[in-house]
């Protein structure tokens, strides 16, 4: 079989991806839209073209050989986006879990690479698959050398056989260079000849065979002003037929040998998707390919299998683990229960200890301190079954995430094996996975389950001791263990849902669409499947005469994207793109939710993640009730199913007001934040004002948009490509902009100078409540992982703080409804807003409670003020 070697270019398919996809990010906030594109090919590439050797080329640098013949070459690039720069490290690190070598050559670029061993691969007899965006590439098109260039996007590919390019190009391989010296290169700022475009150049090479063939004929051309041109730019065209000439002779210190390709390892390749975040890409990895790990050896632990509790089990001090499979504790199934203290090893059967009075009269006495896993899990399982535990002192989960937030594996296998440096384990060597998953022997279980308890006993004191080294305890058990219990108490509450408002919502919705419908058919002249792309795009792009915007493998894309680059060309398109989002209303959250409604109480039981972002800030899954679109107004009508459980309640809302930017103004000390907040100015319209220089009365919509944009961005670390995106506007003008807003507001600079000098001595920054994040690549040399790290120290402190206020603030508000003797009840956290329920009697008194505790939750140099409204459903509370 013949060896096939697939070569990328690196610089060209990141670039890409990077403009072909939105700017996404991960729960840490690092930009990933590039390395997403780039990963979806890469899989594609190993799924189609099975390669037995690659190499992923890249760019060395600025400079190259090519600079010495033209200084100008490449001259007229823009800066590279910061957005897209940080992702190269990041692709790099891709590349090395995938096992697949990457290659870059000081003065030379991926091109010359890719071409050197494209040429000693066919000297070889291999098969050579060149995949870029570069249409510079073709030229090193030959037998058993395929180059596929990647159209508009990623997705769709064009590969290019001699035949091929003869067919769309009218030219051989070998004339490429000259067709690219004809017309030149405006994006690497190669000259060519003025005036001359591919169909001119491709005409002349069919007439002339050579660029020095046209020279030698000159005279033959036909066309005055064609034949001065090229004339007058002889020179151009020679120079430029040099610098697109890829060399295919580098001194590349690389052989075939080390770019054999045998597989990847399953567990690198998945435990880094999940640190991108790249969800939707676990199932396309398989097992792990390559010779099996060795079988671990555990060394043997003495336990008990008890089948009557007695009050001698337990000593006050009692690590307990209780273990479930289901990822949503409140509907799964508890498989068994462990204790482990100083008198040894314990396994209970459910039945047995739930059954156990001596069981839960311990469980339920604060007095006796218990040492945990996951409290709010442990928490919201035992409620369930009529258990109320207390006396919870240390959980071993919401520790470890505080002492690293950045540390994605918080399991307990892989916990011991960082802490404890002792393995056990992990979860599905015991269970299986997915479909596979099953309980094994009594025995088998009862011995996994103690190992986790035990884990817990043994590293309770080391953790409290780093804690407390870190200025931490307090974080911990002021904060997020308290904040455990009250959660959990919110899981198993729940929030009523009106399951009727929500099917009448879902009716009218299915009427808008198809009225939405009716009117798109109207305006196409015709009936078609709308949810179809194929069918939409031959209504648009062939019988309308839209301009195609971008083509798939299967036709015209029909992407929010293009159709958003569409919408002034016709009015066909904004019905279409609401078409998509009422649609998306319907099947996502209308017809999502209804999944999710217990059909026991008509409530929905969200899950809060408490250790999940490296900020400190919660949020919500199965299902994510923080992330109901509320843009459209069908989106906000969505909360109205939302409604109190009771008769004659309300659903009352607080919500912090600009939290973040009255943190920064604290933190920064900034005088003119500081006074804007002190005296209720609209801080926008102060922002504008000093940026702009204007008077409040001038301000117009337009300048309190752009300092709204730019105050939310400082606080995100925005760069001038960022807000550029957002407004508009140029790049230049967003650097503009943000050197005047920080010209104006000179403590937020000396911050933001201050910050990053601070995290380079410590290697982290904190909270106002000293929560920490650390940075290792705070003083590294790669310029891009540097610069992210400093607007990650920028950021953390102010959007780190705010989450810790509204912490504090829900610990703050459940004591103080439980010392008034209210009823109300917290509901639901979403982003700076506090949910909760409440009699309307109760409602005059709970205004006042909820703006007390709330303003009063932390002290700051400015106040902090909280807006309040309530109604009959969660849409009235806005």
């Known amino acids: 079989m013949t060896d096939k070697v697939v070569l990328i270019d690196g610089n060209s398919i990141l670039y890409r991806a990077f403009f072909a996809l939105p700017l996404l990010n991960n729960d840490k906030g690092v930009y990933t839209n590039a390395v997403y594109g780039f990963t979806t090919m890469l899989l594609k590439i190993l799924e189609e073209e099975k390669p037995s050797h690659m190499l ?16 100008e070459y490449k001259g007229g690039r823009q800066k590279t986006p910061s957005e897209l720069s940080e992702q190269f490290p990041l692709v790099k690190e891709l590349l090395s879990a995938f096992q697949i070598k990457h290659y870059e050559l000081d003065q030379y670029e991926a091109d010359d690479i890719i071409g050197t061993l494209s040429k000693h691969a066919k000297s070889e007899d291999m098969k050579v698959k060149v995949i870029s965006g570069d249409r510079d590439l073709l030229q090193l098109v030959q037998k058993d050398v395929e180059v596929a260039l990647t159209k508009k996007g990623i997705s769709n590919v064009e590969t290019y056989t001699p035949s091929f390019l003869e067919e769309k190009l009218g030219i051989r391989p070998d004339q490429v260079i000259d067709m690219k010296a004809l017309m030149g290169d405006p994006s690497d700022n190669i000259p060519g000849v003025p005036g001359v475009g591919e169909k001119t150049a491709v005409k002349l090479l069919q007439q002339y065979e050579t660029l020095e063939g046209i020279y030698e004929n000159l005279e033959q051309v036909s066309g005055k002003k064609l034949k001065e041109k090229l004339e007058q730019h002889k020179e151009d065209a020679f120079m430029s037929k040099e610098l697109v000439t890829i060399q295919t002779a580098t001194p590349v210190d690389i052989s075939f040998k080390d770019i054999t390709y045998t597989g990847y390892e399953s567990r690198k390749v998945l435990e880094l998707f999940k640190e991108l975040g790249f969800h ?14 060795q079988q671990e050896i555990f060394e043997d632990i003495k336990l008990t299998i008890v089948d009557n509790v007695t009050a001698d089990l337990f000593t006050g001090k009692d690590a307990i683990m209780l273990e479930m499979l289901d990822d949503h504790y409140f509907y799964g199934n508890i498989l068994g229960i462990a204790i482990v203290n100083e008198k040894g090893k314990f396994f209970i059967e459910t039945n047995i200890a739930l059954g156990s009075e001596i069981f839960k009269k311990w469980a339920e006495d604060e007095q006796q301190e218990k040492y945990l896993y996951d409290a709010k899990k442990t928490i919201v399982a035992l409620k369930r079954q009529g258990v109320h535990l207390k ?84 974080l911990f058990e002021k904060l997020e263990l308290p904040l455990s219990e009250i959660l959990g108490e919110m899981e198993y509450y729940g929030v009523k849902v009106d399951k009727d408002r929500l099917l009448h919502m879902g009716e009218e919705l299915k ?11 109207a305006l196409a002249g015709e009936e078609f499947n709308l949810n179809s792309p194929k069918q939409l795009g031959q209504i648009l792009f062939e019988k309308m005469n839209l301009p195609v915007i971008k083509k798939t493998k299967t036709g015209y894309s029909t992407s929010a994207e293009v159709l ?52 400190g800030r919660l949020s919500s899954t199965d299902p994510n009730l923080q992330n109901i679109p509320i843009r459209l107004e069908e989106g906000r009508k969505i909360r109205q199913a939302f409604v109190p459980s009771k ?25 003119k934040l500081i006074e804007a907040f002190n005296e209720d100015m609209d801080i926008h319209t102060k922002t504008a004002m000093d940026v702009f220089k204007v008077e409040a009365e001038e301000v117009t919509s337009n300048m309190r948009r752009q300092a709204k944009a730019v105050n939310f961005g400082i606080v995100y670390g925005i760069s001038d490509y960022g807000l550029s995106q957002s407004l508009g506007i140029t790049r230049k003008e967003a650097k503009m902009f943000i050197e005047r807003y920080l010209d104006s507001f000179p403590g937020v600079r000396a911050y933001m100078e201050d910050i990053v000098q601070e995290a380079k001595q410590k290697g982290y920054v904190t909270t106002l409540m000293n929560r920490r994040r650390y940075l290792p690549d705070i003083t590294s040399r790669n310029f891009n992982l540097r610069s992210f790290a400093e607007r990650t120290a920028m950021n953390t402190p102010i959007q780190g703080s705010a989450a810790d206020i509204i912490k504090k603030a829900m610990i703050d508000l459940a004591k103080r409804l439980d010392d008034e003797g209210m009823e109300a009840e917290l509901l639901l956290q979403v982003h700076d807003e506090l949910i909760l329920e409440a009699p309307k009697n109760e409602i005059d008194k709970l205004k006042d409670v909820v703006l007390d505790v709330m303003e009063n939750a932390v002290e700051l140099a400015v106040p902090l003020k909280v807006d309040f409204s309530y109604g009959p459903t969660w849409f009235d509370a806005k």
Do not use: C
């Open 56 to 71: 992923v080329a890249f760019d060395a640098g600025k400079t190259t050989f090519r600079h010495k013949t033209y200084t």
């Open 280 to 293: 939707s890409l676990l199932n396309r990895i398989e097992g792990e390919s390559g010779t099996e790990e």
């Open 391 to 474: 006396g919870v002192v240390f959980d071993l989960f919401l520790t470890t995430y505080i002492l690293n937030p950045a540390e994605n594996n918080l399991d307990i296998p892989s916990i011991s094996r960082r802490l404890n440096e002792k393995s056990m384990p992990y979860d599905e060597e015991i269970y299986g996975k997915g479909a596979k998953q099953k309980i094994p022997e009594l025995d088998v279980l009862a011995d996994h389950v103690v190992r986790k308890a035990d884990i817990i006993y043994q590293l309770k004191d080391k953790v409290t001791e780093q804690l407390k080294e870190n200025d931490q305890y307090e």
């Open 511 to 521: 009427d808008r669409l198809k009225t939405l419908e009716n009117e798109v058919f």
């Open 564 to 615: 958003e680059q569409l919408q002034d060309k016709h009015e066909i398109m904004p019905k279409i793109l609401l078409y998509r989002q009422l649609g998306k209303l319907q099947s996502t959250y209308i017809e999502g939710l209804l999944k999710v409604v217990d059909e026991k109480n008509n409530r929905i039981h969200t899950r809060f993640n408490q250790a999940l972002t490296q900020t």
């Open 647 to 671: 008769e004659d309640w309300v659903i009352f809302a607080g919500d912090y007001s600009q939290i973040e930017l009255r943190v920064l103004a604290h933190i920064a000390g900034d005088e």
